[in-house]
């Protein structure tokens, strides 16, 4: 290891997601068949392992939601019929003109809003922008969610960030979140509960006049694994 190499050193952590290539990439089947012999079908592999993931997309835009968690999503869209989505972690904004267009699909008049401290990697055209705002801005600063106070109601608000997440849960039940509004983790829960269980436990538990985990989306996908909630009471 050279001083250029310590010098140059990136917090990898902070890319989260596939990292720091956000351009959505069609599969290359250049070692393995995409084309099988219908006269050989009984033979075909079941996978030949293309790793799904990174294959994810909206329109061509990476998207880091997998299918399970998109079926969820819909279906909590279709019962909700949220006037406003916010999403912390925008990456390359793919799962922003989702949640944009299924909601148009849906016939909703709602607003998407997604957050990111660093707006660089976010390909959504310019005019694919109706109905998106894009903020630029940490999310281990509470006074970040402060615009969101005159949001439309009903409101999911999804983790994807991952920074300061309980903080975040506090101010959004205490400033934000009206009954029958979601507050969403995603992706972290189980890690969580691996590394700090106790914490993890105790801090959800703080919460408990004032959310309730939502036990149809909870189960729903490994992304959203126990990280559904829902304003249970109006605000205090
Ligand atoms: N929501 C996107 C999707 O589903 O396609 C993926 C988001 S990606 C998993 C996480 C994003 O969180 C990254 O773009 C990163 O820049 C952002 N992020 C990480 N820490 C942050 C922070 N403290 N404040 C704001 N954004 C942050
Ligand atoms: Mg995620």
Redesign the pocket.
Known sequence: MNDWSRANFLDLN????LGEDPVYHPPVLTDRPREWPLDQWADAPRDLGYPDFARYQWRGL????DPDTQAAYHDLLWELRPRTVV??????G??LVWFRDLARLMGLDCQVIG????LS?CQIPDTERTGITLRE????QLETFEPLRGAAHPLIFID?????TFAIMKWAVGHLLEEGDYFIVEDMIPYWHRYSPALLTQYLASFRDVLAMDMVYANASSQLDRGVFRRSTTKE
């Open positions: 902070t890319f989260r997601g990476r998207m880091l939601k999403e912390l972690g925008v990456y390359s793919g799962s957050i990111d401290k660093d990697r801005a940490d999310c281990s994807d960030a991952h920074s300061n």
